[in-house]
């Protein structure tokens, strides 16, 4: 989707501004919210490419003057709505009014640590040989899906240099294909794919600028 | 709260809005079974304790020391971050990318927030600010000034971002004059900023 997330390259957000004094959370609510945020993606009801594309797809202006922790929060209660896992009353009220839904896997003290340290890999075994080699050219297709991708609007088109081969990964477009479990998930070859500066930006760009996207084979063709 | 310049949307009566609703939330997920509470506050404690640029800062300084690790790191980042304990959530898949005299990495997420947690823990409020995802693609130098920091006009800029599962953790250069320092002493020199390009490492002990 071509969504005011797919941020690269968007001019008028201003410099960037370091926090003097950061501190990791600015209010409790945002260290709950993060907390429960892992927990109930531990749960299974979704997986990270859905989570993202809850996220990407609320309302533009929404999603721009929310904060980080604000966005993970409209999106996690949308995700468990969209799955009859809460109501909209019972949000409101923070009291149970419908039975829960059985859920894969509830964390507790004793299997945090050992969720976060496994994480959820994507790499998968490969099937078929890969398309591409560390040196080849390609192009970055000038696709635009209504559903979730990872390929940034600001390559689409333009032609780089296949970088590295990282193996095949679960394809996000096709991970958000089924909204509970079991997830599609189907594995493509990805390749971090390098561009120019100039490529991308034209003259505005600084020509010793180079950058990269990882991009998975279907997101890719040959390029002279 | 502090950084407030970074943090716009959130004025003084909004968070509590938010306080109210996520209190709300956690109890709701809470009487639903979904969540326990103390493995939430064990999550916390785990980001805010043991997972944090510590841990990234460790792997930085054994790979100035150890010419062996420096060359797995570069061509097995997660077996080598492995090694040190530091494994999985937002992790998995890990890249090391070293600076050198010539050419300067600099990491970003352009499409959300993707960040190395386990070796960097969670990503400060600037890397996941609209400022920094829009101009570190196109103006990486531009950034690293907004950070205070310059670097020579040859010098090349090398963005990567971490549009799929992969998570890149930049290795900084060693400063000159730190040929004294012990490993524990040289991670001390690794800023957070450093291992993700917009810093370098602290050329004196602070």
């Not at chain 1, 999603?63 to 896992?85: C, D, F, N, T, V």
């Not at chain 2, 012990?182 to 390009?197: F, H, P, S, Y």
Request: charged share 20%; aromatic share 8%; hydrophobic share 40%.
């Amino acid at each position: 989707m071509n969504g005011v997330h797919d941020m690269g390259g968007m001019q008028g957000f201003g410099p960037v501004l370091p926090a003097a004094h950061e501190t990791l959370f600015h209010a409790d609510w945002e260290s709950r919210a993060m907390a429960m945020t892992v927990a109930m993606g531990a749960a299974g009801q979704w997986n990270i490419d859905l989570a993202r594309a809850a996220r990407e797809s609320l309302p533009p202006a929404v999603y721009l003057s929310s904060s980080y922790y604000e966005i993970w929060i409209r999106a996690l209660e949308k995700l468990m709505l969209e799955r009859g896992m809460v109501t909209a009353t019972e949000l409101q009220s923070g009291q149970m009014s419908t039975p829960p839904v059985p859920v894969a896997r509830v964390l507790n003290v004793q299997t945090v640590d050992a969720a976060l340290a496994a994480g959820s890999p994507t790499l998968r075994p490969s099937v078929r040989p890969a398309l591409f080699a560390v040196g080849q050219r390609v192009r970055a297709c000038n696709m635009h899906p209504q559903g979730h991708t990872r390929l940034p609007r600001y390559v689409r088109g333009h032609t780089g240099t296949v970088a590295l081969v990282h193996g095949s990964h679960v394809l996000a477009d096709r991970h958000v294909s089924r909204p509970l479990p079991p997830f599609e998930s189907h594995a493509e070859w990805l390749y971090t794919v390098v561009f120019e500066g100039p490529a991308l930006w034209g003259d505005a760009a600084d020509p010793q600028t180079q950058v990269s996207v990882d991009a998975w084979e279907s997101y890719l063709e040959a390029a002279l | 709260m502090s950084d407030h310049h970074t943090h716009g949307p959130e004025e003084s009566s909004h968070l509590s809005e938010m306080d109210i609703r996520v209190r709300a939330l956690e109890t709701l997920l809470t009487r639903k079974g979904y969540v326990n509470p103390a493995a939430l506050d064990r999550i916390i404690e785990t980001y805010e304790t043991d997972i944090g640029p510590h841990n990234g800062a460790r792997v930085v300084a054994k790979a100035w020391v150890d010419c062996d690790f420096k060359a797995w790191l570069l061509s097995d980042a997660t077996a080598a971050i492995a090694s040190l304990g530091y494994t999985g959530r937002q992790g998995e898949h890990m890249v090391a990318v070293a600076n050198t005299p010539e050419v300067h990495n600099m990491v970003v997420c352009t499409l959300c927030s993707c960040y190395p947690w386990p070796v960097l823990g969670l990503p400060p409020v600037w890397y996941k600010s609209a400022a920094y995802r829009a101009k570190a693609v196109m103006d990486p130098r531009g950034v690293l000034a907004d950070f205070g920091v310059t670097l020579p006009e040859k010098t090349t800029f090398r963005v990567w971002d971490s549009t799929a599962e992969v998570r890149y953790l930049v290795l900084p250069m060693r400063p000159d004059g730190t040929d004294h320092l012990d490993e524990a002493q040289l991670a001390q020199r690794v800023t957070r900023n450093a291992m993700i390009g917009t810093g370098l490492a602290l050329t004196e002990a602070v």
